[in-house]
């Protein structure tokens, strides 16, 4: 999240909604990068720390997979 220009950590439970959210927005057919945009605007994360997390989901198989 950010916070007066720095990033703080974004506990586990929070990225796993982040990161629903990114893939719910792909499957209504938004595509990658407004997805990104749209996720990044509604929970206040960087385009960074979007990217970490759809890594991680990724990696780690989260739901909604």
Not at 41 to 48: G, K, T
Request: aromatic share 4%; proline share 3%.
């Amino acid at each position: 999240m950010r916070k007066g220009g720095q990033e703080e950590e974004v506990s586990k439970a929070r990225r796993q909604e982040i990161f629903h959210a990114l893939v719910e927005a792909q499957d209504r057919g938004v595509g990658l990068a407004e997805s990104r945009r749209l996720v990044c605007d509604r929970f206040a994360v960087s385009n960074d720390q979007i990217r970490l997390i759809e890594r991680e989901g990724l990696d780690q198989g989260w739901p909604p997979l």
